[in-house]
């Protein structure tokens, strides 16, 4: 009984120690912090810096060695250091298991054995042949650039990456631009400016894997770096008989020049027409900007422009420096004094209504917008354009909201004066005026100074000319005379004032949002120094970004 007993436990023992080598075997761990550096020198080469915090699985393999993939071959053992919680440690490349180019951490004495934790530190001082000419501007260069990451059967739980680019040095904050995030990651990074003044895009995900490849990019103009340190790709060449595709090319080419090429040119002057600010993109460093008006709001979010010539009349009328004197001709008249406190813009569009001949007006008017626009542009050089409009629009919903929850007709009256540029920002403005009123309206004192059919108000605060018609003692109108005159007066208004919107509109773009020059030798191919890709790569293939899939 005793020697069976005995044969029991040496089994136990055997399998228990038999199965911990084997689970001792396999890596196994989790990744709760990645920090990526990415840094475009000025040099044209790369440097990069990395921070993991790895959490090793109980019975897992001691975390002994870290391989680094990298973008390519062309990159300096002798700049690059490692460190395990803060203490140097060695790297090796005879060591790497990931794949492509790259170099192993050797932790040594410093390893993370199975269930405890460790942050392991890598610095790469010099990688070149890593910016590549842009595939979409001539004169800028792009570079992309994928993280390093693990085998997938190493890796268990979420990673919170962090990645940010470190563009060259004295870079105007206008000038980069970043290339479309992975999946997972916002679309547009968090921009600012590093200790070394230097612009930096930043994309994080608390919810990413470090055993996924994620590519992010940027793009700058080539001036910033060395020309001789941006790659040029030599396209793969072709044995295919110019015989063979003559038919293909030859229909391609008229079928693209007589239906393409005019399509996609309407579409995209039609894009650029809605647009009031050039396509810039810009740094985004103190995400909203805040105290705009209504009017400049709805030039950010390119708001038709006949709507904000109409905002800009009700805003002048409600200060009491204007009265639309006739409506048909259209007649607007300033008030003297003018109160104080006026916006450029309305001091502009005042002026222009002192113009008896249209068509001097209209070119004032247009003067006007274009100083408005770049005015506006102006303001949100350093600001998120996504971030200020989503606040402008929160408060055009609340401003709504007012309205709309207002117990008494007295109060949504009042309400919907205080707030009336902001409720116009909503592209519903016209039906949702008419289902909000539609009782007994108490009109806002100084609605006779907008309808000249109305009896005006000649009271001493408003600076008016008295006037000799009586004043019914509760000012009313139908809820729907009221809506219909609020929302019908911005067509009407507008087209008595600019004429031809999509004209007015055509002529103001293309001063603040000009077309793209021509390309200066349109008889060519074309096609010299394209590529396929929709960005330029930071390694040969356009494909591949940083190596792994290591340990």
Request: charged content about 20%; some cysteine.
């Amino acid at each position: 009984m005793k020697r069976n007993l005995a044969i029991l436990l040496a089994l136990i023992l055997l399998l228990s120690i038999t199965a911990t080598a084997f689970a001792q075997s396999d890596y196994y761990f989790g990744v709760d912090t990645e920090v990526v550096h990415v840094y475009l020198n000025e040099d044209g080469t790369m440097s990069l810096d990395y921070t993991w915090r790895f959490v090793n699985q109980n019975g897992a393999h001691v975390i002994d060695y870290v391989d680094v993939g990298l973008p390519n071959n062309d990159w300096d053992i002798n700049t690059v250091t490692a460190d395990v919680n803060g203490s140097q440690v060695s790297v090796s490349t005879s060591d790497y298991q990931g794949s492509g180019s790259g170099f192993a951490i050797v932790l040594g004495s410093k390893s993370i054995p199975a269930g405890r934790t460790g942050t392991v530190h890598a610095y790469v001082g010099k990688i070149s042949n890593i910016i590549y000419h842009d595939s979409e501007d001539n004169n800028y260069a792009s570079s992309a650039f994928a993280p390093t990451y693990f085998g997938s059967q190493y890796v268990t739980g979420t990673t919170d990456l962090t990645v940010t680019f470190h563009l060259p040095p004295n870079m105007q904050p206008d000038e980069p631009r970043w290339h479309t995030a992975p999946a997972g990651f916002p679309s547009e990074p968090q921009t600012a400016y590093d200790d070394q003044n230097r612009v930096t895009y930043t994309w994080r995900s608390t919810n990413a894997s470090a055993a996924q490849e994620y590519e992010f990019g940027a793009s700058f103009p080539k001036s910033y770096v060395p020309a001789d340190s941006i790659v040029t790709v030599q396209l793969p060449s072709f044995s295919i008989s110019p015989d063979a595709i003559f038919g293909t090319l030859f229909c391609g080419f008229f079928a693209f020049m007589f239906l393409g090429v005019p399509g996609l040119t309407a579409y995209a002057n039609h894009r650029r027409k809605l647009q009031y600010l050039p396509p810039r993109i810009s740094i985004e460093g103190h995400g909203i900007k805040r105290g705009l008006t209504a009017v400049e709001a709805a030039i950010l979010m390119n708001e038709s422009l006949d709507k904000v010539m109409t905002m800009i009349l009700f805003g002048v009328i409600k200060k009491g420096a204007a009265q639309v004197v006739t409506r048909d001709p259209l007649k607007v008249d300033s008030i003297s004094p003018l109160p104080d406190g006026l916006h450029e813009y309305e001091m502009g569009f005042l002026k222009a209504f002192q113009e008896a001949d249209v068509k001097v007006r209209q070119s004032k008017l247009k003067d006007m917008t274009v100083s408005l626009i770049r005015s506006v542009s102006e303001k949100m050089k350093g600001f998120s354009r996504r971030e200020t409009i989503d606040y402008y629009k929160s408060i055009m919903q609340k401003a709504w909201d007012q309205v709309e929850q207002a117990d008494t007709p007295e109060v949504k009256s009042q309400k919907f004066e205080q707030a009336l540029e902001w409720t116009m920002l909503d592209k519903d403005y016209d039906d949702r005026t008419r289902r909000v009123f539609h009782g007994p309206v108490i009109v806002p004192t100084w609605w006779g100074r907008y309808d000249p059919t109305y009896p005006r108000i000649g009271s001493a605060s408003s600076g008016l000319p008295s006037s000799s018609m009586s004043m019914p003692s509760v000012p009313h109108l139908p809820g729907s005379d009221f809506a219909s005159s609020v929302a019908t007066g911005v067509q009407t208004f507008s087209q008595k004032v600019i004429g031809n919107v999509t004209d007015f509109t055509n002529r103001v773009t293309n001063v603040t949002n000009p077309p793209p020059p021509p390309p200066k030798n349109s008889g060519g191919s074309g096609s010299s120094g394209g590529r396929s890709c929709a960005c330029a790569c930071a390694c040969a293939g356009c494909a591949c970004a940083c190596a792994g899939g290591g340990r």
